[in-house]
């Protein structure tokens, strides 16, 4: 699909985005947009160097594409500066090859840091009030009346929840599970969350004020003390080497029985294979899971666990949302090709 074949500057996107504010935006900057429509839902490195050619000034990519050295080499070569990924997270970009090859990269944070923190918030409340098992007995004709032991789950209130990674969607989950659930906050991070932990306090006060019992919080010295101490533990740490299986057999051993685990960062956070294990030893623990080790695969004996809830990556799926990471990564291409500064670098 081509928009304005005889733009100046030449971008492609490897997907086609929702909304058409963002293909408005490079037209109107005299930008020629190609956009993808392979049907493939991942596209190899090798159909993405066909695609950028002789000559390509930008790219929108992916977070399912693998933009490292051959990407950014063939971007170069093709005369390109920029390159945006349509997500917050860059787990997929090496930064250095493409420093290396002189092309800008850009993310799409903000805009959907309410959207994933809602996700992440239903997980908990799913999880914790088992509304997917009760679902499935529903529909499977099951029900045949009230009893008092029927689906009994969490009550959130005066429970603890235990936030890994208090940054902006970590911290927008946390006002979510404190405000709405009444629920106690303990996080850990390697950065202090002051906003948060103001707006923890004042919420505290009022209320006390109203006769309440307050809600409390703590920031943990290490992330041990989050483990044994949350009823409800939402990841969002960004995927590093200092991340990969942040969660393993060994922390979740430190976990309580019935803790709930969320999450809706990236899936090698979690050991999957160790998580498996634990959620068969112990029926009460529950997860809620956004994002796997090797998506779009899950590991064997995931989908039959009745302790799990499983969603197709969809935290940042609202139309509002994908709009806006759709302008911002056509508006990080399009500054650093009219040579503006980039808006979302992730090197900064
Ligand atoms: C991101 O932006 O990193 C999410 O995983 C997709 O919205």
């Known amino acids: 699909e081509v928009w304005n074949p005889n733009g100046k500057y030449r971008v492609i996107s490897t997907k086609s985005m929702p909304g058409t504010r963002w293909i408005n935006l490079l037209v109107e900057q005299d930008c020629r947009v190609e956009i993808c429509t392979q049907k493939k839902t991942i596209l190899s490195v090798e159909d993405i160097v066909t695609l950028i050619g002789d000559r390509c000034d930008g790219v929108i990519g992916q977070l ?15 005369g390109g500066k920029a390159f945006s990924n349509m997500a917050v997270g860059y787990n997929n970009v090496d930064v ?8 800008a990269v850009g993310n799409t944070p903000g805009v959907l840091t309410e959207t994933t923190a809602e996700l992440a918030a239903s997980l908990s409340v799913a999880a ?40 902006r969607i970590g ?19 390697l950065y202090q969350a002051t906003r948060l932990e103001k707006f923890v306090t004042a ?8 006769g309440e019992k307050p809600v409390t919080w703590k920031r943990a010295a290490s992330m041990d003390e ?67 080790e090797d998506e779009p695969f899950m590991k064997p004996g995931l989908a039959d666990l009745k302790n799990a809830i499983v969603v197709p990556h969809i935290a940042s799926a609202s139309k509002w949302t994908r709009e806006g ?3 911002l990564a056509a508006l990080n291409v399009l500054g650093k090709i009219k040579g503006y500064p980039i808006w979302s670098d992730p090197n900064r």
């Open 226 to 292: 989050v483990l044994r101490e949350a009823d409800v533990i939402s990841l969002h740490p960004i995927l590093d080497k200092t991340t990969y299986h942040l969660v393993n057999k060994e922390s979740l051993s430190r976990m309580k029985k019935e803790a709930i685990l969320i999450n809706c960062s990236r899936g090698p956070v979690i050991d999957e294979v160790a998580l498996v294990e634990h959620l068969k030893e112990n029926p009460m623990f529950r997860v809620g899971l956004d994002v796997f």
């Open 171 to 189: 911290s927008a989950y946390a006002r979510m599970m404190v405000e709405g659930f009444k629920m106690n906050l303990i996080y850990y991070d």
């Open 96 to 103: 250095n090859a493409a420093n290396k090859y002189g092309v």
């Open 325 to 327: 990471m759709a302008t």
């Open 203 to 210: 919420y505290g006060a009022f209320l006390k004020a109203n």
């Open 64 to 78: 399912t594409e693998d933009w490292g050295e051959t990407l950014f080499s063939a971007l170069s070569r093709a």
């Open 128 to 167: 914790a009030r088992r509304i997917v098992e009760a679902d499935e007995f529903m529909r499977a004709g099951l029900y045949d009346g009230w009893l008092p032991h029927l689906f009994v789950g969490n009550l959130l209130k005066g429970q603890t929840v235990g936030v890994i990674g208090a940054g």
